[in-house]
């Protein structure tokens, strides 16, 4: 017997270690590539705020889940990783209440996408914002994500064409097929989502003052009527980060053209003031500034009107001017309106158009930042190319047209707004020419330096061009309530998405199966190994007599 068992050994030290050396590298190459294995990039969480307590936007953060595509997903352990543009409001309703998290493929350009997706992408934009979502959601304009969608949604894709042809695959065919297909892990570490208790909203005003007037006091002796220009600069969306700023971009080219035509002609003060809370955060860093300001100065409670741009620079040919209360024959704001409908006449197509809305105290969030003055009893519009302040497009991250169409819009609407602004000031006829010609005439390239203003938390850019320009620069800060906050922000990290490339749990079992059926035979094989040497033998030795 032992002499066998030595034998069966001079086997295995003589060809079979040459065969291992031979198939290893084969196994090694059909199976899947090590560096495509994993895959790891930066992804944006969703935004996350409270207004009055109410929370909005993503709560959670953590995430180590299945990949799954929209179709496949069945439970809270799967993670949808799908585009934007493939998802609709029904779809993402039913992950929010029962899949376990979701990463999200954003458009690279949508300008070039359709009209009716674009209204897609936009309502579904809206939708999200709207509510609380207490899983992770992250995004991502990263083109490998694209792969992997496709690779998940493949076997989808397969199933649907097979049913419409009718075909049906035999039971082992498909668990062949489940075994060997692959998946995805999701994980997503680096991130948190803790209340940020020093979160603040700045607020920054300066004045242009013309010089015959002296040197005004805060007490509001000046005897000059006084107009305020307001704008908010928007420092997220659906995602943290700077998004387009043409409100703030008009404004603060006003200040620079009136600061070269005011100073010589004392017929106004005009104040600018620019906040960092648009209406996501219901204005609440205009709020603040009337709070602080207007008991302690006369004169911005009895100024002539208030000026606010919002989202005036998007595709559209008209400019709406939205009231609370329609303006009275005689008054101050009635005849700008005017005076703004008879210049915009001359640029084209372009039409004005009162639009009048009255304040629902009922509601949580104001329509529109005039209303804060409103409430305060002061003449208050707001501008903008929007009818309706529950248009989607009022806050998307996305850039829906060509930026030098987009250009070209906000010149023609701030040329409308300069000339209306300087033929009412210096009481000049609305039907004559342009005012702002030759060396202040207004192209998109006084407007192009402003577009890349950010916060003043990032720079000092924005406070660098009131000081620049105007008089009686200030800045505050509006920072939420210790016990009752109207606003809290949250502590935003960037994240790293890692996507592993994984078996599904079939494979684990399959293959649990194979090394217990591998094991069996190599027992059976070494235990019955006399036996089946001894068999083998005689059938060789029967061979041999029989030749």
Not at 479 to 484: G, N, Q, S, T, W
Request: hydrophobic fraction near 40%; include cysteine; charged fraction near 20%.
């Amino acid at each position: 017997m032992f002499e066998d068992a030595d034998n069966f050994a001079d086997f295995f030290r003589g060809g079979l270690p040459y065969y291992l050396l031979i198939t290893l590298p084969i196994l090694i190459l059909c199976s899947s590539n090590p560096v495509l294995a994993a895959s790891e990039f930066g992804v944006q969480r969703m935004a996350q705020f409270d207004v009055h307590g109410t929370p909005y936007g993503c709560r959670a953060s953590a995430l180590n889940l299945e990949a799954k595509s929209l179709y496949t997903w069945q439970t809270s352990r799967h993670c949808i990783v799908a585009r934007f543009q493939d998802m609709t409001i029904d779809q993402f309703r039913e992950i929010r209440a029962k899949a376990g998290g979701l990463v999200i493929r954003l458009p690279e350009d949508t300008a070039q996408l359709s009209l009716e997706e674009k209204q897609h992408i936009h309502l579904l934009e809206q939708a999200m914002m709207a509510q609380e979502i207490s899983i992770p959601v992250y995004f991502s304009r990263n083109p490998k994500l694209d792969e992997i969608i496709n690779d998940i949604t493949k076997t989808t894709t397969v199933s649907a064409q097979q049913k419409s042809s009718q075909q049906r695959e035999s039971a082992i065919s498909e668990i062949l097929g489940s075994i060997s297909a692959n998946g995805y892990q999701i994980v997503v570490s680096g991130t948190s989502h803790n209340p940020n208790k020093q979160s603040k909203i700045p607020i920054i005003q300066g004045e242009l003052t013309p010089s015959g007037a002296g040197k005004l006091k805060t007490d509001g002796d000046s005897k000059l009527p006084l107009i305020i220009l307001t704008a908010h600069l928007d420092t997220f969306g659906l995602v943290n980060g700077p998004l387009p700023n043409g409100d703030v971009a008009a404004l603060l080219t006003l200040v620079e053209l009136f600061s070269k035509l005011h100073a010589s002609i004392p017929k106004y003060r005009l104040m600018f003031l620019i906040s960092e809370s648009g209406s996501l955060l219901n204005f609440q860093g205009m709020k603040k500034w009337l709070d602080t300001n207007l008991d302690e100065n006369v004169q911005i409670q009895q100024a002539e009107f208030v000026v606010c741009l919002d989202s005036i620079a998007k595709m559209s040919d008209s400019i709406f001017m939205h009231v609370s209360k329609p303006p009275k024959e005689g008054t101050a704001m009635n005849g700008f309106y005017r005076t703004l409908k008879t210049v915009a006449q001359r640029y084209g197509n372009y039409t004005v158009e009162g639009v009048h809305k009255k304040i629902n105290l009922a509601d949580t969030l104001l329509a529109w930042e005039h209303e804060r003055f409103s409430m305060k009893r002061m003449p208050a519009f707001t501008l903008s190319n929007l009818k309706s302040h529950k248009d989607p497009v009022r806050n998307t991250i996305f850039q829906d047209e060509d930026p030098e169409e987009q250009l070209d819009r906000l010149e023609t609407n701030v040329k409308i707004l300069a000339e209306s602004l300087a033929a009412y000031i210096y009481q000049l006829p609305a039907e004559g020419g342009e005012i702002f010609t030759g060396t202040m005439a207004i192209t998109k390239d006084t407007i192009r330096p402003w577009l890349q203003v950010r916060s003043t938390q990032q720079n000092n850019d924005l406070k660098g061009a009131f000081e620049k320009y105007l008089k009686n620069v200030k800045q505050i800060h509006e920072k939420p309530d210790a016990r009752e906050p109207d606003f809290m922000l949250y502590d935003e990290r960037d994240a790293l998405l890692n996507i592993y490339n994984v078996k599904p749990a079939v494979f684990d079992l399959f293959l649990t199966f194979m090394i217990v059926a591998y094991l069996a035979v190599i027992y059976f094989a070494i235990f019955y190994f006399p036996k089946l040497y001894t068999f083998v033998c005689r059938l060789t030795v029967s061979k041999t007599k029989v030749n």
